[in-house]
Each structure stands twice: as structure tokens, then as C-alpha cells.
């Protein structure tokens, strides 16, 4: 291959290892010279990208995962199709807690020896048989459905965890609760079963944000009812006022987390006070939760909302 035809090779392959960058066409003393030039850039030990892809994934995390898994399939001779963690940030669905940087999640064929995937401290392995059905394909690297994907981590982590990334896969339709169903109903006696069911029929594609599927475990947990999600609340004269996170209709109760607002002065802050003071003129009572609030002290936040009931009833009977 002669320098001109570098660029030809480039544009045809993102990324590969030396015996797949060879194939292209390019020498090894090429391959270096385009890794000092910054034009490949070593991505994981013995697998190489371009820098054009690279680009790209600067502003698609999921194409940027999907890099680090197509290096660790690449280099390792089984191979093996992208799961848990790793299959979530493909989808883009939102989770609890990010694995670190790099880590790669691999199911790979019942009876392979997970050993040799660990000779990378950045992989993670589960030995299982995956039917056809249950992998598609994002970014060319083969992963998980979102409904498996949703299975396996309900399975494998807190039922918080698995609320949280269910809640997103419903909310982005990249899965349904009947596909989610029917993913458990082939794995009656996995380990982690039991659990998942829970966090299948408790997922709410409603729930927009992290933030509000934690609030919803937590009023669980704090034997809070149900509230209904994302209510278009109107004020006496039928103007719709706001759409609100969290709605307790039997008491006119309203729940909304904030993340960061609580402490943000500019005009958003000031929109949500305007906001606020409509819906208590409607004669609603508002809660506002932050995360700090909610992870460090669950059952005020509840004792708060119990009282805003207490309120709205002792309100009610005044004006009957």
C-alpha cells in the first residue's frame, strides 16, 4: 500500500486490531506513523480507531462505549455480545450508577472460561446462552435487546438500579412491559428472578428522570401510596397550571424533584416560585424534593408528605 492509499483504508475501518488495520492494507511501520501523527489512537491494549470516529463519539457516549466493546471483542477470540452496563449505555438508557470508565460487560457462550477475558481488568464476564431474539445490533456491535438488557440488570443489581433502567427503557420506548415479560418468562430459575418480576411490574414509563424513578422506590419503601405521574393539574377555573412529577389526587397533593433547582436563583428558580404560588392559590399543596434530601434522609421527606396530607384534609373538612 503506498501512502495514498492510507486515507482509502481509513475511511473503510474505524477500528481494529494489527491483524485487521494489516488486512486494510496497512504495514506495521505505517501503523505507527498514523498513531504518532494522532490519525489512530490505541482505544484498548492491541486495538486501534480512527481519529475521525473518535470525533464523532465525542458527542454519542454510546457510540463511544460501543468503541471500547468492538476493541475487547476484537482482540479476544470469542468474542462475545455486549450486556448489562454495557448494553445500557449503548441503548442510552439512563442508570443509577455508571460502571467505571472503560468497563466493558460481556455475555459470552455457557462454558467459556471467563479467565481468559480477565487478562483486561476493564471487562466483565457472564457465561450464558443468549437466544437469537434477545440481541440486535447498535453501532455494528452486537448487545442486548432493552429488554433483556433491563432483565439482566434488574437481576444483577439493587432493585433501585433496575427501577432506574427500566423506567428509562419504557419512557424511550426502546422496550414494552409484555417484552419485558416475556425476556422473565425464559429465565423462571435464574438467579435474581424474583426481583426482576418486582421491578418489571413496578417500572413506569412515565418516570422522566432518574431522580424521579429513585423518589418512586423511596415512597414505596416509606409506604407512601402511589402517586400518579407527569398530571396536567388545572386550577379552579379549568386552566391548566403546570404538569407536576408526582400527584396524590386524593388529597391535592403535589411532589416535585428539583435536583439542583433548590439552590438555583435565576430565572428558573423564579418561574418555579410563580408556579408554586399558582398551584397553592388552587388550593394544592406542593412538596419540593431534592436528591441530597431524598438519599440522605427518606423518611422526613415521607413525614413531610404525610403532613401535607394531614394539611389538605383538615383544609377539606374546614370547607365542608
Keep these: 500500500m503506498t501512502s495514498r492509499d492510507v486515507p482509502d483504508a481509513l475511511s473503510k475501518v474505524d477500528i481494529g486490531t494489527l491483524a485487521t488495520w494489516r488486512a486494510a492494507g496497512i504495514s506495521v511501520r505505517q501503523l505507527r ?52 452496563h454495557s448494553a445500557a449505555q449503548m441503548h442510552g438508557l439512563r442508570l443509577l450508577k455508571q460502571p467505571p470508565e472503560g468497563t466493558v460487560t460481556l455475555t459470552v457462550p455457557a462454558g467459556t472460561r471467563p479467565g481468559r477475558y480477565r487478562q483486561d481488568a476493564g471487562v466483565i464476564c457472564h457465561a450464558q446462552e443468549l437466544p437469537a431474539e434477545q440481541v440486535t445490533m447498535r453501532y455494528g456491535v452486537a448487545v442486548t435487546t432493552a429488554a433483556r438488557t433491563v432483565v439482566d440488570l434488574a437481576r444483577t443489581t439493587s432493585f433501585m438500579e433496575g427501577v432506574v433502567v427500566a423506567d428509562a427503557a419504557l419512557y424511550e420506548r426502546h422496550a414494552s412491559k409484555g417484552e419485558l415479560r416475556r425476556v422473565l418468562g425464559g429465565c423462571e430459575r435464574w438467579p435474581g428472578n424474583g426481583r426482576a418480576r418486582r421491578v418489571a411490574e413496578f417500572a413506569d414509563g412515565l418516570a422522566e428522570s432518574v431522580l424521579e424513578s ?41 411532589a416535585e424533584t428539583d435536583g439542583l433547582l433548590k439552590y438555583d436563583s435565576g430565572e428558573r428558580a423564579i418561574a418555579e416560585r410563580r408556579r408554586d ?44
Design 33 to 84: 506513523t498514523l498513531v504518532s501523527s494522532g490519525q489512530l489512537v490505541r482505544v484498548r491494549h492491541g486495538a486501534y480507531a480512527t481519529s475521525g470516529v473518535l470525533a464523532r463519539a465525542e458527542n454519542d457516549p454510546g457510540l463511544r462505549h460501543a468503541l471500547d466493546v468492538a476493541a475487547t471483542m476484537a482482540i479476544r477470540r470469542h468474542g462475545g455480545i455486549a450486556s448489562h
Design 214 to 254: 429513585c423518589a418512586r422506590v423511596f415512597f414505596r419503601e416509606q409506604g407512601l401510596p402511589p402517586p400518579e405521574l407527569q398530571v396536567h393539574v388545572t386550577g379552579r377555573d379549568r386552566t391548566m397550571i403546570a404538569r407536576v412529577d408526582f400527584f396524590w389526587r386524593r388529597y391535592g397533593v403535589i
Design 277 to 320: 404560588r399558582l398551584l397553592q392559590e388552587a388550593g394544592f399543596e406542593v412538596i419540593h424534593v431534592t436528591w441530597q434530601e431524598l438519599f440522605s434522609d427518606a423518611a422526613r421527606v415521607a413525614g413531610r408528605i404525610r403532613e401535607a396530607f394531614s394539611r389538605a384534609s383538615r383544609l377539606r373538612l374546614a370547607r365542608s
